[in-house]
C-alpha cells in the first residue's frame, strides 16, 4: 500500500502562484512514477502532469503546460507542483496520484490516489 498526503492548496487571486506538496508513505517511493491530477463538480478527473520515477521524464496537460511544474525529491518521499500564473479556471480539488507504471499514470489510472487539497483562484 501507497499512502498519499497532499498540502499546500487554498485561495490565490488569478496571477498568482502555490505550490502544492504530496508526502507519499508505505512504500519505496522512488519506484514510482507519480501525478497530479483535478476535479470539479460535475466533471471528470483531468490529468495535470505525470513524472517518472528518477524526475527525468515529465507529462503536463496541454492548459498548463508552460505554467506549472512538476517535480520530486526522492529522499524526503514528496512531489510537489508547482502552479504559476493561476486561473479561474484551474479552481479543483488535486490529487496526487502513483503507481510503478507511468503509463498507468499517464492513462489516468494510478493505482494510489490521495484525498485531495482544494484549490480556488478568485478573479
Known sequence: ?????ESGGGLVQAGG???LSCAAS??????????????T???????????SWSGG?????D???GRFTI???NAK???YLQMNSLKPEDTAVYYCAADRSLQLVRAKVPGYWGQGTQVTVSS
Do not use: C, H
Open 17 to 19: 502562484s502555490l505550490r
Open 41 to 51: 463538480p460535475g466533471k471528470e478527473r483531468e490529468f495535470v502532469a505525470a513524472i
Open 77 to 79: 518521499n514528496t512531489v
Open 57 to 61: 521524464s515529465t507529462y503536463y496537460a
Open 26 to 39: 508505505g512504500r519505496t517511493f522512488s519506484n514510482y512514477a507519480m501525478g497530479w491530477f483535478r476535479q
Open 63 to 65: 492548459s498548463v503546460k
Open 1 to 5: 500500500q501507497v499512502q498519499l498526503v
Open 71 to 73: 517535480s520530486r525529491d
